[in-house]
């Protein structure tokens, strides 16, 4: 299935740790060097961190982006940069505006990001459609104020990238270039800090428990950005490592923990009081001191949970008639195509808002004194679901 088993696997989960920590460390140590020949005179930055672009393809453990703890860390490295997200550059729809990495995390670290807007124009040679073309000039406008918009209100930064020949050589366009960059030059005047009372909580450690490019990482992560963005809040994106720093949130959707350290375990903990309501997907705690062991789950949770390695759909229909599923009546999500292993809830305690294909419970809610565990079966969760998550916290 998705998961390895540390009992065969434990020397490849062992080695996709060791090469992203490696390129972390080398991008740590060249951005030393730089510091120290310059006298420190220089800004220094590397691509990096593609936590939210890569997942689902081979090359975010292949090409080491799991260590972006690492690199915040480092007094030498001043900015993270990526280009511009290629997975919803589409006008309309899904299309969604949002970086490759995790933002909050970076600006926790008091790190610079910075947006490499490559968006393909009309003008660019290529099909409409292709990497988020548009077919004429107002397409263009609209996602370039789309992106800018998405840079200005998280406090980021940007520059314009020239992919293939004459891209911003239409004047109509560059006339409204002109005027984002006016509007941005103003806007830095601006108070920027972050107002996000909801956390999308990543372990990127556990990402190398997943087999390399198995669909599951992209499922978590890259496939919620869209709903995440539509559900009338902010949201942050942050590592599992920085949760001890967010103090003001409500919600945290801890999105890939399957692998907890003894630490994060404790961070998670650390959060189940003051009325917060915890998401958690797919499986949760299922990995503990280096084994598979089913009952690490609950005591992550607080929801009894079982695994089972039969293969079906990762898909759950909603229940009627109660608050966190108002507006959802007779809906459906997930991923028809499925998966295994798969976890299920298993908790005469907790109420059942879904139910899996063989009507397994697939999404519950068991409320405590003091906090809300909400868990979830399948991925992609629909922004009414997430809504009504956020205002029930």
Not at 128 to 157: M, R, Y
Not at 236 to 241: E, F, I, P, S, W
Not at 297 to 302: E, F, N, S, V
Not at 313 to 329: F, I, N, Q, S
């Amino acid at each position: 299935g998705s998961l390895r088993d540390p009992a065969k696997e434990q020397a490849v989960i062992d080695f996709y740790l060791y090469n992203s920590d490696l390129v972390a460390d080398t991008i740590c140590t060249f951005a030393k060097a730089v510091k120290d020949i310059t006298h420190r005179k220089k800004v220094v930055g590397a691509f990096y961190g593609y936590l939210l672009q890569l997942c689902g393809e081979q090359r975010q453990q292949n090409a080491g982006h799991l260590a972006l703890e690492k690199v915040l860390a480092s007094s030498d490295v001043d900015f993270l940069t990526s280009p511009t997200s290629y997975a919803f550059r589409q006008l309309g729809g899904e299309g969604t505006s949002h970086f490759m990495s995790l933002f909050g995390s970076a600006k926790l670290h008091g790190k610079l990001w910075f947006d490499e807007n490559d968006i393909r124009t009309s003008v660019t040679p290529g099909a409409p459609g292709s990497w988020g073309k548009p077919a004429d000039v107002a397409g263009d406008i609209v996602q370039q104020e789309k992106e800018l918009a998405n840079v200005i209100v998280n406090g980021s930064a940007q520059w314009w990238f020239d992919v293939g020949a004459n891209v911003y050589s239409n004047a109509a366009l560059m006339a409204r270039i002109g005027h984002l960059a006016q509007s941005a030059t103003e806007a830095q005047k601006l108070d920027r800090r972050a107002v996000d009372e909801v956390a999308m909580v990543v372990d990127e450690q556990s990402l190398c428990y997943l087999r390399v490019a198995d669909p599951m990482g992209s499922r978590l992560l890259v496939a919620q950005l869209p709903a995440l963005a539509r559900i009338g809040a902010p949201v942050g994106h942050y590592l599992v490592t920085d949760l001890p720093r967010l103090k003001k949130h409500k919600v945290f959707f801890i999105m890939t923990s399957f692998a907890p350290t003894a630490q994060d375990r404790k961070a998670i903990d650390a959060l189940k009081c003051d009325g917060h309501v915890l998401v958690f997907l797919y499986a949760p705690g299922v990995y503990r001191d280096g084994l598979i062991d089913e009952t690490g789950m609950a005591d992550l949770t607080g929801i009894r949970l079982r695994l089972s390695r039969d293969g079906m759909p990762l898909t759950v229909k909603t229940v009627d008639g109660l608050c966190l599923t108002e507006g959802m009546e007779g809906q459906s999500y997930g991923d028809p195509h499925g998966g295994s292993p798969l976890c299920y809830a298993d908790d005469s305690a907790a109420t059942v808002l879904g139910r899996l294909p063989d009507g397994k419970p697939g999404l519950v809610v068991k409320t405590g004194k003091e906090w809300t565990a909400v868990f979830s079966s399948a991925p992609m969760l629909p922004a009414r679901l997430l809504r009504n998550i956020a205002q029930y916290g």
